[in-house]
């Protein structure tokens, strides 16, 4: 069992969920840690393991062949609103100069396209661990490319993420994508499942060792691969979109901005003395979350997860007022907003109820085109 005395963050804390986020419907109204990985592997047409993967030597790839291959807030948006693009229409850079990391000018470790990597991420980062590598077809080693990091849910591996988050059908070639691998790991209360610690609050999920695997790959392909260190983000679906919420924070000094979909209440943040986390950096945020996620069941409202984390990082990009936003106009009216005001970008979806625990349909083109907008 949780002790929800330690999720101070919000009232709502004190009816803490007993499982995380997964890629699967638990099928019920049970709040337990998903063992299912049966939905998410019908929209993406993957087949689901249970088994974790083999770890090899640091050096050591295997490539394998990949294949390519969603209402109105519950919440209290009120106000005035303008009218804005979307996403898809602000494909900017932002004006700052790229930061070009050791690794540029230097001849590509592995092929394009998919393929395994193990590193050795430390004691600190539970030691070899694995990611799904995938680089762009021309890849130029004398160009600067963005680094977008996508986790998966419960019991996936990287690999089973990639198409499913289908981030590659909306690139231009100027970006490396890895998937990480969680690891099996026995939970307290939960069993043994395939899924992220999430920092030093999130118990029986606490722990820093991802957060170390995560600075590893990073530094990783900084050394070896053209990163433009200024420009990386992460995304990733429930259980991976706790982890995408998790480094957003913790890491924050190293992510740009992040797309989390379907992710759990943001019960890693609650510190165990009360109040809420203060983040490192200034990730820009863009919450996902279905008005009818069907494998969170413990929610007072609909939406009311979603509205958390949006309402944490409200308040750590210091927006003006919730009431300031402007429409995205993607889906129906006011289903997905950008605020006004703040230190950052933040924007919010409260995703149309047809969709699930899945990520929406737009996800892909409009997560690409927030990233390639910075």
Known sequence: MIDTARSPLVAPFAALLL??????????????????????ATSSGTEVGT??????????????ETGTEGPTSTSEDVGTTTTATTTSDTDSTGGDE???????GQPPLHPA???????????????????????PADYDPDQPHRLVLGYPGTNWTGEMIQPYLALEDEAEGDAIFVYP?????????????????????????????DLV??????????????????RVFATGHSWGGDMAMVVSCFLGDRFRASVPVAANR??????????????????????????ADDHFTDQDYPGQFGDECRDFWLAESEC???????????GAAMECVEYTGCSRPTRYCLYDESFGHQRPDYFPAEAMAFFRSF
Request: proline fraction near 6%; hydrophobic fraction near 35%.
């Open 19 to 40: 499982g995380l986020a997964c890629c699967g419907d638990d099928g019920g109204g049970t709040t337990q840690a998903g063992s299912s990985t049966t939905d998410a």
């Open 51 to 64: 088994s974790a993967p083999t770890s090899g030597s640091s050096e050591a790839t295997t490539t394998s």
């Open 98 to 104: 790229p930061a070009l990391s050791p690794g540029c």
């Open 113 to 135: 396209g998919g393929v395994q990597v193990e590193i050795d991420a430390g004691p600190a980062g539970d030691g070899m661990r694995g990611f799904f590598l995938s680089l």
């Open 181 to 209: 691998d969680p690891l099996w790991r026995d939970f307290p209360g939960w069993g043994v499942l395939g899924g992220w610690v999430l920092g030093p609050n999130a118990a029986p999920a606490d722990g820093e060792q």
């Open 213 to 230: 695997f995560t600075a590893a790959i990073l530094d990783y392909m900084a050394e070896h691969y053209c990163i433009d260190e200024t």
């Open 266 to 291: 943001p019960y890693w943040f609650a510190e165990q003395g009360g109040g809420a986390t203060s983040c490192a950096g200034a990730t820009a945020v863009w919450t996902m979350f279905g008005v």
């Open 320 to 330: 003006a007022g919730v009431e300031q936003f402007v429409d995205l106009e993607l």
